[in-house]
């Protein structure tokens, strides 16, 4: 008898370690601080990484556009169909991740709440509210990219044989679709 209840706690302890892990299983202090450190460190560099690689994007376009690249029609068509097709998946996907996402941080903010743990339970609020504002920009991001890929597709459509800059079609959709993942 005695047994079989040790063999419950453990079972069911193994269970909870399973499906709401620790999110920092070590005990030291100086561990957890170290991750602090490091998590902050990356909250403070990643606005400007998003910030470089839309610089980046934007300068691409201003040299093909003063160079003046160009693609046929034809190369237009099939440019804008995959940016078309990547655009939906894109979207489709960012709405996936981000209702999982805020599904699970409401389902621990409910179980903070009723383990009476308010500091936690404002926390996962405000981490879910930030999920919701990154879900929007993305969202809008990716939105964007798909609208100027479609409006791309009239002028190729209705004279096959002229050429169009290559800056146009596809550096702007393109730069962005790299916002919307960059977010």
């Known amino acids: 008898m005695v047994n079989s209840r040790r063999t419950a706690k453990s079972h069911s302890a193994l269970k909870n370690a399973i499906l709401w892990p620790e999110p920092y299983p070590a005990r030291d202090g ?11 460190r990356i909250q403070k560099s990643w606005p400007w990484l998003i910030v470089l690689a839309l610089v980046l994007a934007g300068m691409t376009y201003l040299i ?3 160079i003046g690249s160009s693609v046929s029609s034809s190369a237009v068509i099939e440019l804008d169909k995959d940016l078309i097709s990547t655009n939906g998946l894109m979207i489709a996907f960012t709405g996936i991740i981000f209702t999982g996402m805020l599904a699970e941080i409401r389902f621990r903010t409910e179980r903070a709440i009723q383990t009476s743990d308010q500091q936690r339970a404002n926390r996962l609020e405000r981490t879910s509210k930030a999920l919701r504002k990154t879900a929007l920009a993305s ?7 798909l609208s100027d890929a479609i409006g791309n597709l009239p002028g190729p459509l209705s004279s096959p044989s002229s050429t169009f800059s290559l800056a146009t079609t596809f550096v702007l959709p393109v730069a962005l679709m790299v916002g919307g993942w960059s977010i």
Not at 30 to 40: D, G
Not at 139 to 145: D, G, H, V
Request: proline fraction near 0%; charge should be positive.
């Open 139 to 145: 969202f809008l991001f990716f939105a964007l990219s």
């Open 30 to 40: 100086v561990a957890k601080l170290m991750r602090k450190i490091e998590s902050t």
């Open 64 to 66: 093909l556009s003063h």
